[in-house]
């Protein structure tokens, strides 16, 4: 009988762990939906920013505008479109982005206004560098919560913060992700992104965002004004500083076809 009593409490903490397991995913889903709606239900955007990066000694400055507009018809999904202002070598560079909700791949096309050229950017390559910067392709679009499954992880205190946090890690559907996993740091007071760390492909922990300056426009939603995203393998940085959000702007689905991405680059 006592040789039978591990087997004997194996069957009993294993139907326990599965379900801990269980829990901790569906928390973990639950805390990402709270998130989204805290982000999600503006309707439509519009904003300017600057992107700085941090390449060794040197800082390279670009300034930028950016229009969005949300679609939560059947399969809820996001259109933005991002063009920089300056300096003068990057001005009418475009990203059109169609964030679609899993099994559908995004789309996103890159306007060259020195070729009038645009050139989609095929799914294999949306881990790729966006401009040369920290940011890839997939960062730029709108991640769906059907996107990942989820875990929960622990309560802790957000990082620079006395705020509290629910750390959960979140898994791409979509094996064309430059990602095995994010670990995200959700403040508990309104649901918003405080951190997030991006494992890459082999599983190593490759880039840290901090997400600051949380502001909530009249007829919007939070939005943080300040992204800084470093690589932690070469200690590269490059920060998004966004500026003037209004919402509710006059858009529609025309204004984010790809075949519009010259006019809209000017």
């Given amino acids: ?9 194996l ?6 762990s599965v379900s801990v397991m269980a ?3 569906e928390k973990g889903r639950e805390i990402a939906e709270k998130m989204d709606q805290s982000y999600s239900g503006y309707g439509t955007s519009r904003a300017d920013g600057e992107m700085i ?3 060794g000694n040197r800082e390279v400055k670009r300034s930028f505008r950016s229009l969005t507009l949300e679609d939560l018809g059947n399969i809820p999904s996001e259109y933005n479109v991002l063009v920089f202002e300056s300096p003068g070598d990057m ?15 995004d789309n996103q096309w890159l306007y060259l206004p020195a070729a009038a050229r645009t050139k989609r950017i095929s799914s294999s390559n949306v881990s790729g560098k966006f401009v040369s910067s920290e940011f890839s392709y997939e960062d730029l679009a709108k991640q769906e919560v059907d996107e ?12 620079g913060s006395d705020m509290t946090c629910e750390v959960i890690e979140t898994y791409p559907k979509n094996e064309n992700s430059g990602y095995t996993k994010r670990v995200i740091w959700v403040d508990t007071d309104e649901f918003r992104a405080q951190k997030v760390d991006f494992y890459n492909r082999r599983g190593v922990h490759e880039k840290t965002l901090l997400l600051t300056d949380y502001t909530l426009p009249d007829n919007g939603r939070w939005r943080p004004l300040n992204l800084d ?8 940085r ?16 025309k204004d984010f076809m790809s075949q519009r991405l010259k006019m809209l680059s000017r």
Wanted: proline share 7%.
């Fill in 11 to 16: 069957s009993v903490l294993m139907p326990l």
């Fill in 91 to 105: 001005r009418g560079i475009a990203l059109l982005t169609h964030a679609k909700t899993e099994p559908e791949d």
């Fill in 238 to 253: 490059t920060v998004m500083v966004w500026s003037n959000y209004q919402f509710g702007e006059p858009l529609g689905k």
């Fill in 148 to 159: 990942y499954t989820y875990k929960w992880l622990r309560t802790e205190s957000c990082p």
């Fill in 23 to 25: 829990n901790d995913a």
């Fill in 229 to 236: 995203m470093t690589n932690e393998l070469n200690g590269r």
């Fill in 1 to 9: 009988m006592v040789k039978c009593l591990p087997w004997m409490l």
């Fill in 53 to 55: 990066l941090y390449l």
